[in-house]
């Protein structure tokens, strides 16, 4: 049986998964991606928001990094010699500035909703500590923060559900054929207001 060539951990446009990055961090073992990021107690937990937060930030040391990369493949190809550690660090700085914090997808709604399937997989669970949060300037305060742990069942389950979580939660009915179905029964609309068809242009 032929297997289809797959990255190992992440996607194809990405260097790491979200369900990897989410267990690793609730371990408190996240720093492995980069060592800026805190490792926290995994008794207590972390909330959403914070977890959101440091793997967009690890994201975009990755492509940081892969930027500084081709670099010095180019460097090589033209006879230059290659960057010392200390040129490439700094160089991958510059490279971590530039990139906007919006640039990789995975928005907080999104996150949440990814987070949501892990809840309903009984991999993480509330640890019942709460912080206080509130939005900018003369608001009204916002929800609170609330931290979440893994579970055991969380931490028994293997590197490969935890790299497509969806698939561990739904099985065969999310395998790629399943979507492609799903998409060939949506009916697309072609612009206009309101979901109406755009008129034909004369010809």
Excluded at 49 to 74: G, M, P, Q, S, T
Excluded at 130 to 154: C, I, M, N, V, W
Excluded at 176 to 198: N, S
Aim: net charge positive; charged share 30%; aromatic share 12%.
């Amino acid at each position: 049986m032929v297997m289809p060539l797959r990255p190992e951990r992440g996607g194809f446009l990405r260097p790491f998964g979200c369900g990897m990055f989410i267990r690793d961090f609730l371990l408190g073992q996240a720093s492995k991606y980069w060592e800026e990021i805190p490792s926290i107690d995994p008794e207590i937990g972390a909330p959403q928001r914070d977890i959101h937060y440091w793997y967009k930030r690890a994201l975009h040391r990755a492509f940081a990094e892969d930027a500084v990369a081709r670099e010095e493949e180019l460097r090589i190809s033209k006879g230059l010699p290659p960057l010392t550690i200390e040129k490439a660090e700094e160089r991958t700085k510059v490279y971590l500035e530039r990139i906007p914090y919006k640039l990789t997808r995975c928005r907080f709604h999104s996150f949440v909703v990814y987070f949501s399937n892990l809840q309903r997989l009984g991999w993480v669970e509330l640890t019942g500590k709460e912080e206080g949060s509130q939005f900018q300037d003369h608001y009204a305060p916002g929800p609170p923060r609330r931290y979440f742990r893994l579970t055991k069942e969380g931490r028994q389950a293997a590197d490969a559900a935890w790299s497509n979580p969806l698939f561990a939660l739904y099985g065969e009915r999310w395998d790629r054929e399943h979507l492609r179905q799903l998409r060939k029964k949506h009916k697309y609309t072609t612009g206009g207001k309101r979901g109406r068809p755009a008129k034909a242009k004369r010809t």
